[in-house]
Nanobody, 121 residues
Framework: QVQLVESGGGLVQAGGSLRLSCAASGRTFSDYAMAWFRQAPGKTREFVATISWTGGKRNYADSVKGRFTISRDNAKNTVYLQMNNLKPEDTAVYYC??????????????WGQGTQVTVSS
């Protein structure tokens, strides 16, 4: 089992920045590809970004490219999502996820509980 705990959410004005963190425990962190997803009220969960086991590969949703950066620190068992130039449409609960496989079609086995990000206009 992998346990994931997100933190760093909050309320920010449009144009501002936040950095989300996701701390993992339970298994060898570097064995897992990591990802961030988000779910806005009344909408389905959507992919945001993913990073491979050592960080050499990354992919982003078109809606966040150039504004968000995913990174990981395997020594700290943590994955990050740096979010810059935030927009009201980025408001959502953000979830991190882990899986042994890396790819855009990955069905993630492990999920955190989520952290709320609210962007005011």
């Amino acid at each position: 089992q992998v346990q994931l705990v997100e933190s760093g959410g909050g309320l920010v004005q449009a144009g501002g920045s936040l950095r989300l963190s996701c701390a993992a425990s339970g298994r060898t962190f570097s064995d897992y590809a990591m990802a961030w997803f988000r779910q806005a009220p009344g909408k389905t969960r959507e992919f945001v970004a993913t990073i491979s086991w050592t960080g050499g590969k990354r992919n982003y949703a078109d809606s966040v490219k150039g504004r968000f950066t995913i990174s990981r620190d395997n020594a700290k068992n943590t994955v990050y999502l740096q979010m810059n130039n935030l927009k009201p449409e980025d408001t959502a609960v953000y979830y991190c996820a882990a899986d042994l496989d890396y790819g855009l079609a990955t069905e993630y086995d492990y999920w955190g509980q989520g952290t709320q990000v609210t962007v005011s206009s």
